[in-house]
């Protein structure tokens, strides 16, 4: 099982210009987040889905978008971006809550400049 | 306001003794609580949890102990491998709120052979 699959791995943007981060999971999960992490700070949960149509904002979600249209895929959209945004994201998803963790991705590292 | 608190940014320890890394929180209301471990370049990949109604969880040479009253709770490493050195994060969740995670900052352990 390939798990959960974020892409691109790195990429540098201008300020202003916008992106997606892909997200797919093939473990038929219903619930899926997308968190960002900051150097030497804990990951923060910008957006989160429990299911196919169903998406709802985290704790840092201004400057973000997502949409949730199949189970397998959570796509990150970045509008705009600002130097702010600058950080790595991590997408992750479980079967339920309370099952035994979250299964991540291994990030995508966004400088903006 | 950081609800989930690792305030030991480093740790570091000799190959065979027992590593213990703390974390403190603030909201009562968590009632489920995980470990994760990050290598850098890759997401965080679950360890071990335990539920409020526990004060302990054992797996093989991982222990979690969680004192409910100080809000605290603990993961011991007993012994300490090199392969052990990486990030550790303490999360938390709870029901009320979806059981979305909130993490903490994060404590880098380092194995010394």
């Known amino acids: 099982n390939a798990g959960v699959t974020q892409t691109p791995k790195f990429r540098i943007l201008k300020i202003g210009q916008s992106m997606t981060l892909q997200c797919t999971q093939d473990?038929?999960?219903?619930?899926m987040y997308w968190y960002r992490q900051d150097p030497g700070m804990g990951l923060k949960l910008i957006y989160y889905s429990v299911g196919a149509g169903i998406t709802d904002k985290g704790e840092v979600p201004n400057g973000y978008n997502v949409s949730r249209s199949t189970t397998e895929d959570f796509p990150l959209r970045l509008e705009l971006a600002a130097p702010s945004q600058t950080s790595v994201y991590f997408c992750?998803?479980?079967?339920?809550?309370?099952?035994?963790?979250?299964?991540f991705g291994s990030g995508t590292r966004l400088t903006v400049v | 306001d950081q609800q989930v608190k690792q305030n030991s940014p480093s740790l570091s320890v000799q190959e065979g003794r027992i590593s213990i890394l703390n974390c403190d929180y603030t909201?009562?209301?968590?009632?489920?609580f995980l470990w994760y471990k990050k290598y850098p370049a890759e997401g965080p990949t679950f360890l071990i949890s335990?539920?409020?109604?526990?004060d302990k969880n054992e797996d093989g040479r991982f222990t979690v102990f969680l004192n409910k009253s100080a809000k605290h709770l603990s993961l011991h490493i007993v012994p300490s491998q090199p392969g052990d050195s990486a990030v550790y994060f303490c999360?938390?969740?709870?029901?009320?709120?979806?059981?979305?995670?909130?993490f903490g900052t994060g404590t880098r352990l380092a194995v010394r052979p």
């Open positions: 473990m038929n999960h219903n619930y």
């Open positions: 992750a998803s479980i079967s339920r809550p309370g099952a035994s963790g979250y299964t």
């Open positions: 909201n009562s209301m968590f009632d489920y």
């Open positions: 335990i539920s409020s109604i526990k």
């Open positions: 999360a938390a969740s709870a029901k009320s709120s979806g059981d979305k995670l909130t």
